[in-house]
């Protein structure tokens, strides 16, 4: 039973600093005109975040990570909508990808898990 808290107390933690790093990284990157390409290079934090955490901390923090960009990163500033195709195709990029790797780079912790 205390195993099964301890599990989801590391992923709440992975998935916390998923979103506590995607949000840094909005407002840092906000004003950037390759802004576009942050999706990309934060699937190298969620599969460092993987590794440490858990496989699920990449497939439930690049979701939410996804959601931060697309509110606080492209515009319309606010909205969970994006204007910019490209902006769109590198949110669902950095999903895939996040997820492939750290399931290709990871198999024996979803036998843990």
């Known amino acids: 039973m205390a195993q099964h808290y301890t599990k989801a107390l590391r992923i709440t933690v992975g ?5 506590a790093a995607a949000f840094a990284a909005s407002l840092m990157f906000a004003t950037r005109s390759w802004r576009i390409f942050i999706p990309l290079g934060f699937v190298v934090v969620l599969v ?19 959601t ?18 490209t902006a769109r195709t590198n949110l669902a990029w950095m999903v ?9 780079l990871f198999p024996t912790q979803m036998k843990k898990q």
Do not use: W
Request: proline residues 2%.
């Open 15 to 19: 998935v916390l600093l998923s979103g």
């Open 68 to 85: 931060i960009f697309a509110h606080y990163l492209f515009s319309p500033v606010g909205s969970l909508q994006v204007e910019s195709e």
């Open 96 to 104: 895939l990808a996040a997820i492939s790797v750290s399931y290709l």
């Open 48 to 66: 460092v975040l993987a590794a440490r955490y858990g496989v699920a901390v990449s497939v439930i923090g690049s979701v939410l990570t996804a």
